[in-house]
């Protein structure tokens, strides 16, 4: 029997896809937002496809502040446009 592989919804575009496939946003307990690329940090975490455009409607919607329940800040919007190129 195959091993079942996890879906995960991208914020962005709305598209199920296989978790490994997307890129992981993490807000770890003491607050501090960063890219997760092996997806075991531990805290709260969203995912979004590894497309600028995906990012591009996420901070338009402020989708990504919801999901994580915090307020983010211009630079680390820039920090993960940086962590996608």
Do not use: F, N, W
Request: net charge positive.
């Amino acid at each position: 029997m195959p091993k079942k592989i996890p879906q995960r919804t991208c914020m962005g575009c709305q598209a199920k896809k296989d978790k490994h496939e997307l890129v992981r946003i993490v807000r770890s307990p003491d607050g501090e937002i960063s890219v997760d690329m092996t997806g075991k940090k531990a805290g709260r975490g969203a995912y979004i496809c590894p497309e600028q455009a995906c990012l591009e409607k996420v901070m338009k919607s402020r989708r990504l502040e919801r999901v994580l329940e915090t307020s983010i800040s211009q630079e680390v919007y820039d920090r993960l446009k940086e962590a996608l190129e």
